[in-house]
């Protein structure tokens, strides 16, 4: 289930050694080598990122100018861009280990991240694999603590990936629920799945409507992970869209290609069972509760029409007049449960929305919520410490009547204006506690690879949420 795992450490091995640098000043004090400075100098005379190596005395030795940015936050992010440029050198003499040296132990730890990141393959439905040599990195000065987190902060980011890339034939909701059951025995968290007959008798209504056009039955994961002694008195709740596949339903996908990755609507899942994964399996501090309710969409011949109303799991009526606007109906029902567990904050994600994708692109998360400025601060300065930024949109109050039903309480979609926000406004609906939403619609599947995010399923979100769990989230 679980790939096996980069370590991480402060030791030296025998193997690859890489200098990170801003300036050759700055390599003088890495490497001692007096005749390699003379000769790097004028390689490395533009303030340009780009990588040189040199193999001597069965040693290789990278040496890798990042560019100076703007502000100490883009710095890191250059780290990591190179340390997902070397990755293809590392390979040619097949290291099994390096070492990565540079002027401060934060840049050498998100070079190591944007290497590791890199290290990623979904290649075992080939008959052709292809295998990674890179079993160790080392960097200087990285605390045991700081390597622990890192390693499995990676290692949940890439559970992600992989269930983000897995076609509808090998996890469908069921293969879902067991996934998450059997990574919860091996890093320990505790798995609750509900049955079709469990959702039933809870009357989620929104999950039992998108299902029934599918020849598989839904489920509902509940995964928890709660340490001896928890940072929080109530539990930090993430909730995860588990649209597994997504035709439209009834409203069937229109345009040539829209369907083709439709196997990652459930990215949002995949980030909480990943996250799920990185934050017990680092036996973290933290409280955190995953819920995951999932299905397919599909226009079987008892699936949901327009115009039909369903009833959800809170009683709230809701008509639907696109069944293609399906995973509020399903994150309602698990919002509205969420409260159950009287949470401290609740963060949903999913790939809801196409409108996210042109609001902000590729390179940023659409986030809406309840909460106050001081929480969402916190949230979008993790965000930025490891480049999975946040861009605020509004939930004002005007924005509800465009998602009021003259037959129902709610109707399930707004129209073309504002479609990512009106998504969040149904969504808030359902909400009684602090509570943010993430549309990663834009960034959880790429069509082509962009340094350390490669071509498909990202794991968007699992970083992030590390890190304001790790050291933003005070409840």
Known sequence: MIQQQLAFGSAKRTGAIIYAFEDIEQLAGLSTNENQLDDLKVFFEKNESKHFYRWENNQLSVFVHVKKA????????????????????????????????SIA???????????????????????????????????????????????????????????????????????????????????????????????????????LGVNKGSVDPPTFSIMEYKPEKPRNAQPLVLVGKGVMYDTGGLSLKPTAGSMDSMKSDMSGAAAVAGTLTALAGMKSDI????????TDNRPGGNAITPGDILHMFDGTTVEVLNTDAEGRLILGDALAFAKKYNPALVIDLATLTGAAVIA???????????????????????????????????????????????????????????GTITAGKFLEHFTSYPW????????????????????????????????????????
């Open 105 to 207: 132990t934060n840049l050498s730890t998100a070079f190591a991240e944007g290497l590791a990141l890199s290290a990623y393959r979904f290649d075992h439905y080939k008959k052709k694999k292809t295998q990674i040599a890179l079993k160790y990195i080392g960097v200087d000065g990285i605390s045991d603590a700081d390597a622990n987190r890192l390693s499995w902060i990676v290692t949940g980011n890439f559970v992600a990936r992989d269930m983000i890339n897995e076609p509808l034939i090998k996890l469908t909701a069921q293969n879902f629920s067991d996934r998450v059951v059997s990574l919860g025995k091996q890093v320990g968290f505790n798995v609750e799945v509900l049955n079709k007959a469990n959702i039933e008798a809870l009357r989620m209504g929104g999950l």
């Open 70 to 101: 703007e502000n100490p936050l883009r710095q890191l992010e250059a780290y990591r861009i190179q340390g997902s440029s070397v990755l293809s050198v590392l390979e040619s003499f097949a290291s099994e280990n390096v070492f990565i040296k």
């Open 360 to 418: 902000a692109g590729r390179q940023a998360i659409c986030a809406m919520g309840n909460v106050d400025d001081t929480l969402y601060s916190k949230m979008e300065i993790a965000s930025h410490e490891v480049h999975e930024r946040l861009v605020r949109l509004p939930l004002w109050p005007e924005y509800a009547e465009m998602i009021k039903s003259t037959v129902a309480d709610l109707k399930n979609i707004g129209g073309r204006e504002a």
């Open 287 to 294: 409280w955190v509760i995953g819920l995951v309710p999932a």
């Open 436 to 475: 943010v939403h993430l549309d990663i619609a834009a960034s959880a599947f790429l069509d082509r690879a962009d340094a350390y995010r490669p071509e498909g399923g990202t794991g968007a979100g699992v970083r992030l949420l590390c890190n304001f769990a790790l050291n933003h989230f005070e409840a």
